[in-house]
């Protein structure tokens, strides 16, 4: 029997030493295939508990695995996991930092990649496996379990959680991570909480453990059965409507999606996660579908007799709180490769990669075709729908002392954007107005984190995006709200010379959820600045701290000064952030849909009374569990 090769590493040198070897494989658009490295580097903040185990390790192989520098440990995550997002989950980045405070800074970024079910890999510190100095500096202690941790609170969050006690434990463990990391269904957070003294500890490694390994997407085929359902319910469809996911994307499935709705003349709303996998301009692209949906989707899902779910979760911001479907014995296709999202509200579950579904829906259907007169009224609908959102893009002929709305400033990046450019956005009002009315060409040009829409998010997101695609023009749009909450990352997309174009509305405070509580009867209270407890009003000068940053910047007084601004921050080589006030009242009333915002019984107020009223009637149309 030959002998196990091994070599004598610390815990750490061995668990990066196996990430370098980690590759994927890439295939472009034309059909080529690239193998390249599956890690595209490490976000490290240093501190006690991973300074001298994570940190020596990663300044050994620094030139195969680079290591990043961020600000903040939730916004370096953030941007990991929309690198991961705008690489359509083929490539992935991970995070380190010590235990305590800097540990949990992760926990909100850990939620946002397990909510949209992408890869991303953490190593947080954590106390001494041995408990020698126990409490250790920011050690959590708990007197009722030993071995609690700070850590523990991934647990939640995490798909897959480990705590490496012992060096050898990586073996096991860091195989797993990777099983999960490349799952189609599965991937999401993994948390590795890597003890600080065994990130030190040396043991002697079998050398395949090192090994190169290439990591192919998987693509699971339909079963036959489920082939067959779906396509029987699709034949009998009178109004069949397809709902477009984020899947869309993490599949490659664009191509195919466009060319079964084309073929088939089906009418298909796009997700915010599955926004630009069609270009707006397909005749079959209806737009956004739900609560921030456009009236030609909305009304078309309204009436969809069979509904095709493809690569989405259908979460209530899609389905209008489950009270959009109206359709008489309306059905459910869903097409995903996690039967936990294909089976939900009693659907038909066609458990595939998308990719592979849609072309064996296609073939299995044939000739078959939606009612032409269904698929004449999409278009129709479609072309009176953009008609109507022109109107709330464009700019005023005169505008005077009006502030713009958020639609309006979106009409005019719109008019600046190319079809190459990316736009970003995370949280607030922002993503309503670009979900309805930002026109896509191009795949991976709409980023939206909308899954759980994370204030912070778009900065840090934006980084992430450009070191992804540092071919393409990032576009952040960001409120006042977020961006006081997160910008930190501005300083390391200068640092890293990932130029990034800002553009941030300032509403005086949270604009969104102020109009929210307005609709349910509430008082303005606590989001508007001017409406909460202040001595003096805020006057931030956004311009002024973007440049403390690094950024270029400057404030725009109108919508006419902001086209030739946006123009100065294409031509600029560093991040450039342009800042315009904008009106916190006004909202695009055109399309959209009813959102279950439970509205108190009981109040002294009688708006809140009248809203309540609204809100039980509206109740009625909700289908629940089916």
Known sequence: MLAMRKIRLTMAQALVRAMAAQKTVIETPTGETHTLPFFGGVWAIFGHGNVAGMGEALHGVRDVLPTYRAHNEQA??????????????????????????GALNLVTAAAVAHVNRLPLLLLPGDVFASRRPDPVLQQIESWQDGTTTANDAFRSVSRYFDRITRPEQIIPAFTRAMEVLTDPAECGTVTLALCQDVQTEAYDFPTHFFEERIWAPRRPRADTRELAAAVTLLRHAKRPFIICGGGTLYSEAERELAAFA?????????????????????PMNMGAIGVTGTAAANDLATEADVILAVGTRLQDFTTG??????????????????PFDACKHNGQPLIADARAGLMELGATLGSWTADDAWTARAKETKAAW??????????????????????????????????????????????????????????????????????????AGGLGVKMAQPGREVIVMVGDGSYLMMNSEIATSVMLGRKLILVILDNRGYGCINRLQHATGGAGFNNLLRDAVHEVLPEVDFAAHARS?????????????????????????????????????ISTDAGGHWWDVAVPEVSVRPEVDAARARYVAALDRQFIGN
């Open 262 to 282: 084309q073929s088939h003349g089906i009418p298909v709303g796009e997700t915010q996660a599955g926004k630009s996998s069609l270009a707006t301009h397909h």
């Open 321 to 338: 709180s489950w009270a959009l479907f109206q359709g008489e014995g309306r059905r459910i296709i869903g097409l995903n490769t996690q």
């Open 549 to 585: 940053l690094g950024a270029v910047s400057e404030k725009v007084a109108s919508l006419a000064e902001l086209g030739p601004a946006l123009a100065r921050a294409r031509a600029s080589d560093r991040t450039y952030a342009v800042v315009i006030d904008t009106d916190p009242l």
């Open 76 to 101: 370096m995550a953030h941007a990991a996991i929309a690198y991961t997002k705008a690489l359509r989950r083929r490539r992935v980045m991970a995070c380190t930092t010590s235990i305590g405070p």
């Open 386 to 459: 953009y008609r109507l959102a022109d109107a709330y893009t464009a700019a005023p002929v005169e505008q005077g002392n009006a502030l713009p709305s958020d639609a309006q400033v979106v009409g005019a990046v719109q008019h600046q954007a190319l079809p190459t450019d990316v736009v970003l956005c995370a949280a607030g009002g922002l993503p309503g107005e670009l979900h309805k009315l930002w026109q896509a060409e191009t795949p991976g040009g709409y980023h939206m984190e909308y899954g759980f829409s994370c204030m912070g998010y778009e900065i």
